[in-house]
T-cell receptor
Framework: QKEVEQNSGPLSVPEGAIASLNCTYS??????FFWYRQYSGKSPELIMS????GDKEDGRFTAQLNKASQYVSLLIRDSQPSDSATYLC??????????FGAGTRLFVKA | DTEVTQTPKHLVMGMTNKKSLKCEQH?????MYWYKQKAKKPPELMFV???????INESVPSRFSPECPNSSLLNLHLHALQPEDSALYLC????????????FGPGTRLTVT
């Protein structure tokens, strides 16, 4: 069974802090990695994609990928209350299937 | 434009009804997806269409019937649903072969009574 594991949280951080969200996956042939943000009652919104080892930065978001450790993370700098949401880690092996983790709930305290 | 639209936003239907969910994208994407999402769970893949052909059916019950009339449209026909089918139904699209970056529509909140 191919799996994507996330800590369900909630992860609580104060406003302005760095939020660190982690994800591990079981299938070594996974090629593509995504982070989606989902507000309560809304649909998932793609915020980051990463395909090769290392860091990828986009504004306040940094995705980190370590294929040897089968680990992908998302850092949110200068966290804002508007970042409070569930963050879904998603992994694809290159076919049409994307496996989603159960999500980590993030709460940013003002 | 990364917009995927879905109609209706909300749908309440009885177990004997027939209804359809609609999804549209104008990004030129060639893969379109139907997902089902229950509360506090991740999206669960139901169907994938690639170049207007059904590529994946995740053993979904036949009371759900997908249709892809053209490269921009995706329908999900519903018939004789059960109360446990109540969920958020999400449509997504991606650019081409392989599950690249997927863009989700706002979803249809379905309640089966």
């Amino acid at each position: 069974q191919k799996e994507v594991e996330q800590n369900s949280g909630p992860l609580s951080v104060p406003e302005g802090a760095i939020a660190s969200l982690n994800c591990t996956y079981s299938d070594r042939v996974s090629q593509s990695f995504f982070w989606y943000r989902q507000y309560s009652g809304k649909s998932p919104e793609l915020i980051m994609s990463i395909y090769s080892n290392g860091d990828k930065e986009d504004g306040r978001f940094t995705a980190q990928l370590n294929k040897a450790s089968q680990y992908v993370s998302l850092l949110i700098r200068d966290s804002q209350p508007s970042d409070s949401a569930t963050y879904l880690c998603a992994v694809s092996t290159g076919g049409f299937k994307t496996i989603f983790g159960a999500g980590t709930r993030l709460f940013v305290k003002a | 434009d990364t917009e995927v639209t879905q109609t209706p936003k909300h749908l309440v239907m009885g177990m004997t009804n027939k209804k359809s969910l609609k999804c549209e994208q104008h990004m030129g994407h060639r893969a379109m997806y139907w997902y089902k999402q229950k509360a506090k769970k991740p999206p669960e893949l139901m169907f994938v269409y690639s170049y207007e052909k059904l590529s994946i059916n995740e053993s979904v019950p036949s009371r759900f019937s997908p249709e892809c009339p053209n490269s921009s449209l995706l329908n999900l026909h519903l018939h004789a649903l059960q109360p446990e089918d109540s969920a958020l139904y999400l449509c997504a699209s991606s650019q081409g072969a392989g599950a690249g970056e997927q863009y989700f529509g706002p979803g249809t909140r379905l309640t089966v009574t």
